[in-house]
Structure formats: C-alpha cells, structure tokens
C-alpha cells in the first residue's frame, strides 16, 4: 500500500511539474508573449495609459486597430492567435459580423477537440497508468479519472489564472458548472428516473462541495489568494479522497459482517454494489471502438499502420443516422491528428493496444507536439547556442529511439516497456488539452470586448455549458440505463475536484512564477449572485432530499430546472445593469 500511495504521489507531481513549467516564465521571458506591440507609434492613443479593452468598440473605426495593438489590456498571454486583433485589424467593422459568426463556429470546435481528447485519449491513459500501479477504483475514481473527466475545466482554470484579465472566467466558469450540475443534470436525472438517493455518500460530497463553495466565497470577499490558501484547497481535496478511501473499507467491514449475521442490505450497500458493477462496465469500455480493424489476419508493417491511423470504421458508418455522419466527418481530423501523436495504452486488450509502427512513429511527433504546444511553443523554436532550434535536437534523438525501438520489437507482441507509452500519451493529451483550452480562454475574452460582458457572465454561460455538456449527457445515458445513483453521485464528485484543484493548482502556479498572491477582483454584484445562487442550491439539496427519505422524484427535478432558469434570469439581468446595488 505504502508502494502504491508513492506511486500515484510521483505521477501528481509529474502533472503538477508540466503545468508549472507550462505557465512559469510567462511574467519573464518577453518571447512567451502571444502577441507584441507594433513598433509604430499609435495615433490618437495614449500608449502609456492602460484603458479597459472593453472601451474599443466606442472609438472610430480607425483607431481600434491600433488600441487593440497598444493597450496592454487587450494582451492575452499564451495562445496561438490574437483574436482581438484579427476582429479589429483584419475584417472592416461592416463585417464584424461574420467575424463574430466565425468565432462561435471556431469556439464550437475547440470544444470538440476538448471533449474527443478527454475522452478517447487523456482518460484512457489515466486509467491505464492506474491499472499499472493497481489502484483501487475508489482512489482512481477521485484522483485519476477525476481530473480525466474534468480536464477542460481544470486546464480552463490553470490558463485563466494565469492572466489577471481572465481570473473572473474561471470563477464564472467553475462556480457556473457547479450551478448547471447541481441543477440542470441533478434535476434531469430525477425526471428521467426516479430513484432512492444513496444517503452517505451524498451526504458526504455535498458537505465538502459547500465547505469548497464556502472556501472560495471567502477568498472572494478578502480579495486575494495567498500561497497558505492554495495549499488549503489542495490539501483538503487531499483530505476528501482519504475520506472516500475510509468510507469504502468501512462499508466493506460492514458488508463483510452482514454476510456473517445473514443481515439484508441496505439501500447504501446496493448503491454500492451498482456502482461496483457500473465502474466494471466502465472500466471494459472500448475507447477505441471506432478504430477496429475490420480483417482479422497477419498484417504486415505497412497496413498495421494504416489501420492504426485509419480513425473510420466503414461498417459503423453505413449504419448510423445522418446526423452521425456529419459530425463524424468534423471530427475525423482531430481524431486523426490524435492518432497520429497520441500514443494510448489499452491494459483490456490483449496487446494492449501495441501498434509497432505507429507506436515508433509516435517516439519522433509526441516529443515533437510536446515542445511546440509548450508554453506555445516559444521552447520548441528556441536555438541552443544561437545555432540550432530544441525542435531539431527533439526530432533527432526521437528518431533514434524510434529505430532502436523498431529493430527491437516485434509486430505481435508488446515490449515490456510499452507502460512508458501511457505516460508519455498522458503528457501529450494534457498538452493537447492545455492549448485549446487556452484558445478557449482566449476566445471567450475576444467575445467579451465586442459585446462588453465580463468574464464573469462569460464563464458562467459559454466555458461552463462547453466544459459540462459531455458530463450531463454521460450522466443523462447512464440514468436512462439504469445507474441514476452512480450518476446522481458523478455531479458532486466531479465539481468537489474542479472547484479545489482548480483554484488551487491554479493559483498555485500563479504564485509560483514570482507572485506572492492572487488578486481576485470580483465583478460587481454578478459574481455575488453567482456564488450565492450556488450556496442555495447545495443548502435547498441538503435540506429537501433528507426530508424526502432521499427518494429523488420529477417533482424535485423540475424544481432544480426552475431554479437554474431563475438564477440565470437574474445573472443576465445583473449584467445588463437591470438590477444593481445602490451604490452603483
């Protein structure tokens, strides 16, 4: 056990390091930046001065290009396009419109690439490497393939506070989330089967949930994040997944002994016992259905790799509605691009999923993805020297390895070093993930100048309905098949995970690249409201299910849907400047 708990320790802080270098030397390396001032002086703009980006949309048309070009305001850091700039310098303001349209089709498909490399790519590889260190469904669940279901909203935040601009998006975004799971999914899965709650464990998550809310809140109102108050947040998560550890060897001493005195089980044990045949189903997942090969026979090299890379399945497509067939042609060049430097290792199979060739392919481009997607690239295009870039060095020693390992192994069988393929398909999905979500972040900050939002209402609307919509049809489909418990229980343990590690891995990271706090500058009354809307409801939770025997009914569903259509109604009202303070 003491082995075990090393190991899931070392690979944590294997994914707290790529972050930390991800996002450390943006304050000091002049290169990081995304986007630079022009080296012509600006007319009619103060240089010197820095005014709210929002303010663009009121001056000329002549002049917006050069604002956005020299305020620092209007500067994101990390990403490989400058939205602002391509709104306000490249599409004339009569066409403003089309670059609006392009955007949204733009950010729709950045959400997908978000969504296919979570879950046929970075949680497969999560719950190998936990297979690997043989960890129980239990510590996986609340660990691994926690952050695996939460990857966008985890990497959103990280790239959120890692800008004083978008601090606010990733509170609206994570406190957004927590308001449309406890609500919109909690209620949807009420209505579409009525169950009987599990009491302990709801009871247990939804009291840490609203001492994480609690947490937050209070940090809010002191206006700042100190290094103590990021440790507490992961520390306490720390804390939560040992009490879940201490939960499950109860209710299995407990289980074991009323075996012995013949006792009938009781409503939490068979909830248990669900989720133990649901984490079965689960954990026997194909990811990879899609990329069967269709000739079962002795393959040679070269059509191994083609079927390993080939991300369509002909028969499948033959058989599926139109609507399949439309969005499965959006999706076949990220899966295709996915396939062709993800590495991903499969313990179910036999092989586990070794595809020599394309395996020793991905020994040149994963190293190749990994140094260009970090810190958007400024490391890969570095020269050693002032001679040669790390990119080269990168493809060369990628290369060697990829022929020794080729020379070496055997189409049939795997080599007893293909766990190292998971982590490195971990590294490069992370990566993968961290740049859209960053062109996220960025995306939605672009979206916010035009039509003058703060982040806040940004994040509690499109990044939180982004990031949600996979976990509330996953949830939705395993109500329909019979498990609304387990996924009753999924919409408070994924959130307790986005809302702690999020805050706090990514303050955190902050902290360390030489800042000794986080500023939090609430937005007005808005992010008040937010937070309180998402108080009520755990406190409406924790009050109505006991009282109703938690036994969960339509009538509890379609008060939790009203409840996020009033909270919504007010936030947008708030924004517009409907309601307000006083003061104000």
């Known amino acids: 056990m003491a082995n075990r708990q090393l190991n899931l320790h070392w690979v944590l802080c294997l994914l707290c390091v790529l972050l930390m270098v991800e996002t450390g030397s943006r304050a000091s390396d ?7 001032s022009p080296p012509f002086p600006a007319s009619g703009v103060n240089q010197t001065s820095v005014v709210d980006c929002r303010d663009v949309c009121g001056l000329n048309a002549s002049d917006r290009c050069d604002f956005i070009r020299t ?16 709104i306000f ?45 043989k960890l129980s469904h239990n510590v996986a669940g609340v660990t ?157 090299t070269a059509q191994i790799l083609v079927q390993a890379l080939n991300p369509l399945d002909y028969r499948k497509w033959r058989s599926k509605p139109a609507y399949w067939r439309v969005l499965k042609v959006f999706k076949l060049p990220v899966e295709f691009l996915l396939l062709l430097t993800v590495p991903l290792v499969d313990p179910d199979k036999e092989d586990r999923n070794w595809k020599r060739p394309l395996n020793c392919l991905q020994l040149v481009i994963s190293p190749l993805v990994l140094v260009l997607t970090l810190q958007s690239g400024c490391y890969g295009v570095y020269e050693i020297g002032g001679l040669f870039p790390v990119w080269g060095v990168v493809v060369i020693t990628g290369t060697a390895l990829a022929a020794g390992t080729f020379f070496a192994t055997s189409n049939n069988e795997p080599p007893r070093f293909h766990w190292i393929f998971a982590f490195l398909g ?120 006991p009282l109703q025997s938690f036994q969960l009914n339509r009538t509890y569903g379609f008060f939790l849907l009203l409840f996020y259509v009033t909270f919504l109604l007010v936030a947008l009202l708030t924004e517009f400047g409907v309601i307000r303070m006083k003061s104000e």
């Not at 002049?30 to 630079?36: D, F, K, Q, R, V």
């Not at 004083?164 to 209505?191: E, K, M, N, R």
């Not at 489909?477 to 994924?494: D, E, I, K, N």
């Open 89 to 133: 310098c490249c599409f004339p303001p009569s066409l403003l419109p089309l670059a609006i349209t392009l955007y949204a089709f733009w950010l729709l498909y950045l959400f997908l690439i978000l969504g296919l490399t979570a879950e046929k790519f970075f949680c497969p590889n999560l719950s190998a490497i936990s297979t690997l260190f």
């Open 71 to 86: 305020n620092p305001d209007c500067h994101s850091e990390g990403g490989y396009l400058d939205y602002l700039a391509g």
């Open 30 to 36: 002049p290169s990081s930046g995304a986007h630079t």
């Open 426 to 545: 971990f590294l490069t999905s992370a990566l993968w993930i961290n740049a859209a979500a960053t062109e996220v972040v960025n995306i939605l900050r672009s979206l916010g100048v035009v039509f003058r939002l703060s982040n806040t209402v940004l994040g509690l609307t499109l990044l939180a309905w982004g990031n949600s919509i996979g976990d509330a049809f996953s949830d939705f489909t395993l109500a329909r098949q019979g498990y609304p418990r387990m996924a009753f229980s999924a919409c408070f343990g994924g959130i307790i995970f986005n809302v702690l590690v999020g805050v706090g891995l990514g303050c955190l990271l902050h902290i360390s690249r030489g800042h000794t706090e986080v500023k939090l500058e609430p937005d007005g009354l808005l992010v008040w409201i937010l937070a309180g809307a998402l108080g009520l409801s755990l406190v409406c939770s924790l009050v109505s299910v």
């Open 144 to 300: 691994f393939l926690a952050f695996g279901n939460g990857a966008p909203d985890i990497f959103s935040a990280v790239v959120a506070f890692s800008d004083p601009h978008t601090a606010g998006l990733a509170f609206g975004a994570l406190f957004g989330a927590g308001v449309l799971v406890t609500t919109v999914v909690a209620g949807g899965i009420a209505i579409l089967r009525p169950f009987t709650a599990a009491s302990r464990p709801f009871l247990r998550d939804i009291i840490f949930y609203m001492v994480a809310v609690f947490l937050t809140f209070t940090a809010l109102y002191l206006g700042k994040i100190t290094l103590a108050w990021a440790l507490g947040y992961l520390s306490f998560y720390a804390f939560y997944v040992v009490t879940v550890v201490l939960c499950t060897w109860i209710y299995r001493w407990q289980r074991r002994k009323s075996l012995v005195y013949s006792m009938p089980a009781t409503p939490e044990m068979l909830s248990d016992s669900e989720e133990d045949l649901v984490s079965s189903a689960t954990n026997s997942y194909d990811y990879r259905e899609d990329y069967q090969p269709l000739l079962f026979y002795e393959a040679t």
